[in-house]
């Protein structure tokens, strides 16, 4: 948006237009900083003498409110000249110029501004540079678990009062019936949620493949231990007859091995038995 609210825009300046008219006599009306300035210390400064480590931020955010004044064109607008309605409409506008990120397109925002702090943003060019500069940047934080599954919005809350040390910022999840400030912090997240049913699958899974182990490994050794008494018993009747093996021999292999097992076994035995009737011949 690179203009505030026309309607609001064509009635700001219709009004200024007739004002300047009855003032015809006196002085070009200065620029909003330059009417104001020196007469009482700005809120800004008190909070940076106060809190000089944070100087520097703030100052930026003072510079990102007074580039939406410029991306507005209302640097030169007399505020003092407006009336309190007239003046919260222009600042709505100027609010409603400000975009949000593209990651928060399910947040909501509430801002409340106490009396007082409409009387200092009204008479102090800083502070409210200060108040539009930190909704630009509060508004450009990326959400990052934007697309989740199951991620939603938020709701926020900006209270200004009259001082940068009055504002208060609450966020609340639109998670579903009952969220509140104190629910989100208890409540696990997604992820732990999700990680902590991936340790319950994993365990089950280990469970699962040990009793699956110690199975195999028993049918291991009995195929075993039948494999070696099968050999034994077939090399015996090998001895004793020379060409076959008798049917009780059978029926123990046909209960004891399997198919495939039984029939590796006769092809072992075969080539044994050729070898050993070509080394009589």
């Given at each position: 948006m690179n203009t505030i609210n026309a309607n609001y825009t064509a009635k700001t300046y219709t009004n200024s237009v007739k004002k300047q008219e009855v003032k015809k006599s006196q002085p070009e009306t200065a620029s909003f900083c330059d009417t104001v300035l020196g007469k009482s210390e700005s809120a800004v400064d008190q909070y940076k003498r106060k809190h000089p480590e944070d100087a520097?931020?703030?100052?930026?955010?003072?510079?990102?409110?007074?580039?939406v004044w410029t991306k507005n064109g209302?640097?030169?607008?007399?505020?003092?000249?407006?009336?309190?309605?007239?003046?919260k409409a222009f600042i709505n506008g100027l609010l409603n110029s400000i975009p949000f990120d593209a990651t928060r397109i399910y947040d909501k925002e509430m801002i409340s501004i106490s009396d007082a702090g409409w009387e200092q943003m009204k008479h102090d060019p800083d502070y409210e540079a200060w108040v539009l500069g930190y909704t630009v940047e509060n508004r450009s934080v990326r959400n990052p678990f934007f697309g989740w599954p199951g991620a939603s919005g938020n709701v926020?809350?900006?209270k200004f009062g009259a001082s940068i040390e009055e504002h208060i910022g609450q966020s609340v999840g639109t998670s579903g019936p009952g969220s509140s400030s104190s629910n989100v912090k208890n409540e696990k997240s997604w992820w732990e949620k999700r990680h902590e049913k991936m340790e319950e699958l994993l365990e089950?899974?280990?469970?699962?493949?040990?009793?699956?182990a110690q199975a195999q490994r028993v049918l291991e050794q009995q195929y075993y231990l039948n494999s070696r008494l099968a050999s034994?018993?077939?090399?015996?009747?090998?001895?004793?007859?020379g060409t076959q093996i008798s049917n009780d021999m059978m029926h123990f292999q046909s209960g004891s091995m399997s198919?495939?097992?039984a029939m590796a076994y006769e092809n072992n035995?075969?080539?044994?038995?050729?070898?050993v009737m070509g080394s009589q011949k």
């Open positions: 520097c931020h703030v100052d930026s955010q003072v510079q990102a409110g007074k580039a209302v640097e030169d607008v007399s505020r003092e000249d407006m009336t309190m309605e007239e003046y926020y809350v900006e089950e899974q280990t469970k699962k493949a040990l009793k699956k034994q018993q077939r090399l015996q009747n090998f001895l004793s007859d198919a495939l097992a035995i075969n080539i044994f038995s050729k070898s």
